[in-house]
């Protein structure tokens, strides 16, 4: 059965630092792709960044990487130079590639709070 | 702008009573997905639309009901059957069903309570 895990319920940061969130995953599947959305307090899901299994590079969107260890099973999310804004729950998620539809699964997501 | 909208934001409802959470996008895109949110825990998946006048049972699809008239709707009915349905609801919707990069994109949500 497919699975995410995410171990850290809670994460501190001081704001312009970078941090790390951790994901790891489990499925047999070679092809997958895998997500992280972001959650404030509203409660809109807002889609971060995106990484392919077969991609060769880690992928970026500005000032979110992800660093993906396929050997590991990881994804981690990497934030650099965090703001106050980042604050928020943080959701990885990943879906197989090779089934008919795109079913996500979710991890319990860690809560990122970024002080003054 | 292009986006999903849920309405309403809050719902209030009684024990015994259906009701219908609203979905909309603009986005022109085929596949839309129903999420249920439980406190301290992921998305699970309710139910979820390929193609207008077609939809299939997620994983916790008992005690709910959809409907795809129209390819820029996708409500959720909340039976009565729902055993404990207080809970956020998040819609989601995607360009093209089944391709393997695309991305889901999610409305602000609507909140049940149940009293």
């Known amino acids: 059965a497919q699975k995410i895990t995410q171990t850290q319920p809670g994460m501190f940061v001081q704001e312009k630092e970078a941090v790390t969130l951790d994901c790891t995953y489990d499925t047999s599947d070679p092809s997958y792709g895998l997500f992280w959305y972001k959650q404030p307090s509203s409660g809109e899901m807002i889609f971060l960044i995106y990484q392919g299994s077969y991609d060769q590079q880690n992928a970026t969107e500005g000032r979110y990487s992800l660093n993906f260890q396929k050997a590991r099973k990881s994804a981690n999310l990497v934030i650099s130079a965090s703001q106050l804004g980042d604050s928020a729950m943080y959701f990885c998620a990943m879906r197989l590639m090779n089934t008919g539809f795109q079913k996500l699964v979710f991890g319990t997501g860690t809560r990122l709070l970024v002080s003054p | 702008d292009g986006g999903i909208t849920q309405s309403p934001k809050y719902l209030f409802r009684k024990e015994g009573q259906n009701v219908t959470l609203s979905c909309e996008q603009n986005l022109n895109h085929d596949a839309m997905y129903w999420y249920r949110q439980d406190p301290g825990q992921g998305l699970r998946l309710i139910y979820y639309?390929?193609?207008?006048?077609?939809?299939q049972k997620g994983d916790i699809a008992e005690g709910y009901s959809v409907s795809r008239e129209k390819k820029e709707s996708f409500p959720l009915t909340v039976t009565s059957a729902q055993k404990n349905p207080t809970a956020f609801y998040l819609c989601?919707?995607?360009?093209?069903?089944?391709?393997?990069?695309?991305?889901?994109?999610f409305g602000p949500g609507t909140r049940l309570t149940v009293l």
């Open positions: 989601a919707s995607s360009g093209v069903a089944g391709l393997s990069t695309d991305t889901q994109y």
């Open positions: 639309s390929q193609i207008v006048n077609d939809f």
